[in-house]
């Protein structure tokens, strides 16, 4: 089967077992799956995903199916969008210093106009179909139609993610260094100019060199 065959659609339309499982692939990109544990509302981590990371963000989800089944989805939006929405602090107390460090690295180096990638996850039987393309191209369409000058997302070292996003353009904006204690592993955030602008140009000259 091609990637032609799948569609995306937007994540109101996604059933509750697709939401659960949504969350579920949340761990696959991420050390989710360590904050969640032991977490203070006492639900299991994958309930706790879903209430956190996904339910909150419907509005901004975006599905990729085949036919009914889900194949894949991404979460994006405007980092003003996605900043007004409160998810509270449920992770165990022992989170709350890096989750801090992290909102406080990403307010340093992002604008409100950015289009921010919170999540992209792929079911591990439809990878290798060109999948990835097809949502990354729904998240370029989805930023030039929201006006952001570009798109910003972050990635761990570890993740085999980070070429794909290198080769598509995106260049490092910073280095999140606080997690190496914790889990052996730097975050990158990347950024991709949408337009020609003054500021896109000065950009390209400021990452020029950056670790491609």
Same mark, same amino acid.
């Given at each position: 089967?091609?990637?032609?065959?799948?569609?995306?659609?937007?994540?109101?339309?996604?059933?509750? #077992?697709?939401?659960?499982?949504?969350?579920?692939?949340?761990?696959?990109?991420?050390?989710?799956?360590?904050?969640?544990?032991?977490?203070?509302?006492?639900?299991?981590?994958?309930?706790?995903?879903?209430?956190?990371?996904?339910?909150?963000?419907? #509005?901004?989800?975006?599905?990729?199916?085949?036919?009914?089944?889900?194949?894949?989805?991404?979460?994006?939006?405007?980092?003003?969008?996605?900043?007004?929405?409160?998810?509270?602090?449920?992770?165990?107390?022992?989170?709350?210093?890096?989750?801090?460090?992290?909102?406080?690295?990403?307010?340093?180096?992002?604008?409100?106009?950015?289009?921010?990638?919170?999540?992209?996850?792929?079911?591990?039987?439809?990878?290798?179909?060109?999948?990835?393309?097809?949502?990354?191209?729904?998240?370029?369409?989805?930023?030039?139609?929201?006006?952001?000058?570009?798109?910003?997302?972050?990635?761990?070292?570890?993740?085999?993610?980070?070429?794909?996003?290198?080769?598509?353009?995106?260049?490092?904006?910073?280095?999140?260094?606080?997690?190496?204690?914790?889990?052996?592993?730097?975050?990158?955030?990347?950024?991709?100019?949408?337009?020609?602008?003054?500021?896109?140009?000065?950009?390209?000259?400021?990452?020029?060199?950056?670790? #491609?």
């Amino acid at each position: 089967m091609s990637g032609a065959d799948y569609a995306i659609v937007d994540g109101a339309q996604a059933s509750a #077992a697709d939401r659960r499982r949504m969350a579920a692939l949340l761990f696959s990109t991420s050390y989710l799956e360590y904050g969640s544990a032991a977490n203070k509302l006492g639900i299991p981590c994958v309930d706790l995903q879903q209430r956190t990371n996904i339910e909150p963000f419907l #509005a901004h989800l975006r599905v990729l199916v085949d036919g009914t089944r889900l194949a894949g989805f991404h979460v994006a939006a405007r980092q003003s969008e996605l900043a007004a929405i409160a998810t509270g602090r449920p992770y165990r107390d022992e989170m709350q210093a890096l989750d801090d460090a992290y909102e406080a690295f990403v307010g340093a180096h992002t604008r409100p106009d950015d289009f921010f990638v919170a999540s992209l996850a792929i079911e591990p039987r439809d990878r290798g179909r060109g999948l990835f393309h097809r949502l990354f191209d729904d998240i370029l369409a989805r930023a030039r139609a929201a006006g952001s000058p570009r798109v910003v997302l972050a990635v761990w070292d570890s993740n085999a993610a980070l070429a794909l996003y290198r080769n598509k353009g995106m260049r490092a904006l910073a280095r999140f260094d606080t997690a190496w204690p914790l889990f052996f592993d730097r975050l990158w955030l990347l950024a991709l100019p949408l337009a020609d602008s003054p500021a896109t140009r000065a950009f390209r000259e400021l990452t020029q060199g950056a670790p #491609a």
